[in-house]
């Protein structure tokens, strides 16, 4: 039996001695993260399957994760011999896991689920979905931690001032207290790391690739309270927060003090990132209101000297890049063997050099024909494919520098890609520059902006499954909330698009078994002109490395979409002809060269 079948095994006893039908494990922590510390990870522990999204259901017959389409070849992969049946969450006939829950479980019945890592948002649903039948839902279990014994440590490294932020926590903060008066709130909670972390203008490295730090922030009438491990704050950051007027108090301490709130308090929180257990701690008297936080409309709408810094931070990634593929090309010229895992070290090792480097900002996709058709491939010591075949490799990377975070995707020719091949990079890069060239007033939601990148795709009957952008940190986390371009994205005032968003531009597309394209840049909006009807604007990129256009098939490329191409290969030029030298500096300038 494997370690998974164990384990699926040893939940199902405690299944039975706590009378639950069944136990359901989400890809979640008590902060609503995306990317999880180790110690969180008890999905991943029990059934084997590490992408980063999906819920795992296990009853006394049945074991079943449920993951979107990034993962489904990755997830039948690990799941298989595991006993536990994937769910293909979005394909057509498949009922989501919520669903599949009120559908199979007996009237009646309860199911156990860790209500400090339930959001709000998620319990509401699913007691909405359960209720009506007499299922309850038993939130005060953790079953996991009973059978996981090696289970990883908290995270607790050491916090820093972030010492590049242009605006005080002080200003942030009554940027914030002027904005709970104006929705009728004195009080306010939020649990989301990368929120605390833009607030208080420090940074740690708690989570793998994301900046933060484990920690609550709690505000009352105007006092601002952040629950963190003491331990874990120098003393000198101590004091500033003092100074600033901040309480500092332990980690464990919040729930206490969310459950000592003024019985007259108005208190607002996100239920996207609060979990059920804290919203239960609220005294019935105080009043709750629930709704987007102002701190994630904040950090989410860069100032323009956050703009200058991001600015700078890719000028320092895009001379890592030039280096890295002057070395990568050379190498494949020469007819050395170079892998997927070659790629990810030489590439980590020329962003190291850069000046504020600190990580990078995920985990290196470098894939190659058919492994660049899995979105989130990784390669891996033991998954590490030869660049070699008529083909083309994939790297989807980022890092974070103390000026900005960067997130970058470009697709490079093996030997002779057919032109099979050349038409979907083609059919990409035009969906790319599509957007790029898009003109909108400003407000305009992003659902509205994802058909620009979609267009052309639908000319040659093709779409992707994933988005078309996510917004992206100011040295935080590259995956940031709540904007982000997709079809998905309902209107409202987060999903807006206006100064400030930095979003990627990545359409794709993707042949499984055979090859997968991606073609990303960071950009932000700009405003080009005013009339009666407002401002209106369009985009500017951001990221700075050459498209390569070898793949190019010229036939299907537009005048106005090789006009904005050679635009944007002039920018690059411009910003890296004097940050590189050599060999990097004479890759740069032919990549460059007017198509």
Known sequence: MSDVQNRISSLRQLLEKENLFAWVSITSDPHASEYLPPHWADREWLSGFTGSAGTLIVTQHDALLWTDSRYWTQASGQLEGSGITLMKDGAPGVEGWDQWLSRHAPDGSSVGINGRSLSVRTADRLTGLLTPKGISLREDLDLPSQIWNDRPAMPSSTVFAHTLAPESRQSKLSRLVAQLASLGADSFMTSALDEIGWLTNLRASDVDYNPVFLSHFLLCRGKPML??????????????????????????????AIAS??????????????TDYFRNRIPKQVRVTEGLSPLALFKTRKTPEEIRLIDEAMIEDGAALCRFYAWLESALASGATVTEMDVVRRLHDERAKGRGYVSESFGTIAAVGANAALPHYEPSNEHNAVLDGDTVLLIDS?????????????????????????RDYTAVLRSHLHLLDAYFPEGAYASQLDTFARAPLWEVDADFGHGTGHGVGFFMNVHERPYSISPRSLPSEATKTVEGIVVSDEPGLYREGRWGIRIENLITPVPQASSEFGRFMTFRPLTLCPIDTRLIYPRMMKSDEIAKLNDYHRLVREKLKDRVSGEALTWLLERTEVF
Do not use: M
């Open 227 to 256: 629950f963190i491990d003491e331990a874990r704050l120098p003393a000198d950051l101590k004091a500033a927060l003092l100074s600033d007027g901040f309480e500092v108090r332990s980690y464990a301490a919040f729930a206490d």
């Open 398 to 422: 980022g890092a974070q520098y103390e000026s900005g975070t960067t997130d970058i995707t470009r697709v490079t020719p093996i030997h002779r890609p057919d032109d099979a091949i050349r």
């Open 261 to 274: 709130l003024p019985e007259n308090a108005s208190l607002l929180f996100d239920p996207a990132v609060t």
